[in-house]
């Protein structure tokens, strides 16, 4: 890393009262197959879907070169580069090296924000008076690349904004430090594509009216970026000139998202309440794509007319997909109910939840799954999330919301138990 000597650092020195640390793994998913599989070391290799109407999720530096990025149409890849190793790809596997990762993050940093399967945020700040932050960083990636194999990238600075961009710049497999003060000057000479909120349209935009690089963002008023791009050009401009307040969150991977149905008198009616649990599960997981989540935990809750009340829950590979989660949920269902009892109510929670579900979502579906599950979800964001159910959840149609929900819209809840 580039910085001051940090074994001194004090609160009053280099760092000041804030530091932020940013972990990115290179090119994560092409990582863990060449772990697997050391033949696709130095090769051009793309994961994602396998058919030319599939997306390229990761590629490797090597397919890079040949002007190949994520998000990439597989075909128009394959043309570019006709000699790349395609690879569909292995949720689970993926999930498991994450999480790897996770617990060794975990362990070392007091404040940790898991922000996609592959990307990590901590807050060091106050270990500066102990060993000094640079070096803690240094160590912690170093004992990441050690314990797991993987490749890992990391800046750090006094915010997430600067953090992230500076990573960007130590890619591939290194580090960038940029010591409190120096953020305009570390900025200044960076495409204005560096910014994490600059998509393809607003990059498209500044371009339009000559703006390339980030120190001309610096020089203009922020008051006539607020005019042409509203609240979000004074986001722009507060991001340019290093400025970004916003907090390292609490590890993600510890919230859920839950619902439950207390009936209004006890059943053992079991097609009723299997669709009712159907009807569960398709609402959730819209709740996980429409935020942009999946989840790596399915729990089915059961409560008997006598008040037990039972719990089963199974871990997967990350995920938000109806074809996958419903029939788990059936098949707890049917481990968990063996006590022949009236049923007084049940509930489906979805936990370990990271964002980032668009990547993996590609490995979980065919394009025409894809495609249709875009279709639904544009229906329920446009009629109710009820608009379109599955046939064996039309049971639970009836069902009011409210009463659905007992009264309260299923929610990203931290630590929420059933």
């Excluded at 990025?69 to 090296?97: D, L, W």
């Excluded at 008997?304 to 997967?316: A, R």
């Excluded at 009264?407 to 630590?415: K, M």
């Amino acid at each position: 890393m580039q910085s001051q000597p940090e074994s001194h650092d004090s609160p009053d020195s280099v760092w000041g009262a804030r530091t932020v640390l940013h972990l990115d793994l290179d090119t994560f998913f092409v990582s863990v197959e060449r772990l697997i599989d050391s033949r696709l070391n130095n090769k051009p290799v793309l994961v994602g879907g396998m058919s030319d109407r599939g997306v390229v999720a990761s590629c490797s530096y090597e397919a890079r070169r040949f002007g190949i990025h994520s998000g990439m149409p597989m075909k128009m890849a394959r043309h570019f580069c006709p000699e790349a190793i395609v690879i569909r790809g292995n949720t689970a596997q993926y999930t498991e090296y994450s999480k790897a990762v996770t617990d060794i993050v975990s362990a070392a940093v007091p404040v940790l924000e898991k922000s996609s399967i592959d990307e990590f945020y901590a807050d060091l700040s106050g270990m500066d008076r102990f060993f000094g932050c640079t070096r803690i960083a240094q160590d912690l990636r170093k004992r990441i690349i050690r314990e797991t194999g993987l490749p890992i990238s990391c800046g750090i600075s006094v915010n997430k904004t600067v953090s992230k961009i500076a990573t960007g710049e130590a890619k591939p497999n290194n580090a960038r430090s940029v010591v409190r003060g120096t953020e305009k000057s570390f900025l200044a000479p960076l495409s204005v594509r560096k910014i994490p909120m600059v998509g393809e349209k607003m990059y498209h935009s500044l371009r339009g009216l000559g703006i390339q690089h980030i120190h001309t963002l610096q020089h203009i008023p922020p008051d006539l970026l607020q005019r042409v791009f509203g609240q979000s050009g004074l986001q722009l401009w507060k991001k340019a000139n290093g400025e970004d307040n916003a907090p390292v969150l609490p590890f993600s991977e510890r919230k859920s998202i839950s619902t439950e149905r207390t009936f209004e008198r006890d059943t053992t009616d079991l097609q009723k309440i299997r669709g009712i649990l159907t009807a569960m599960t398709e609402n959730l997981a819209f709740q996980l794509r429409r935020g942009g989540r999946l989840c790596a935990c399915v729990a089915v809750k059961i409560r008997y007319s006598d008040f037990q009340t039972v719990t089963i829950q199974k871990q997967i590979a990350y995920s938000s997909a109806d074809h996958i989660l419903t029939p788990l949920v059936g098949e707890l269902f049917q481990r968990l109910y063996n006590r022949r009892l009236l049923i007084r109510l049940v509930g489906v929670r979805f936990s370990d939840l990271v964002s980032g579900g668009v990547q993996l979502r590609l490995f979980e579906q065919v394009p025409q799954a894809q495609q249709l599950y875009e279709a639904i979800d544009r229906m329920r964001e446009r009629f109710g999330d009820r608009a379109v159910v599955r046939a064996s959840g039309l049971m639970a149609r009836t069902i009011g919301r409210e009463n659905l929900f007992n009264g309260e819209p299923p929610s990203l809840l931290a630590n929420r138990k059933l």
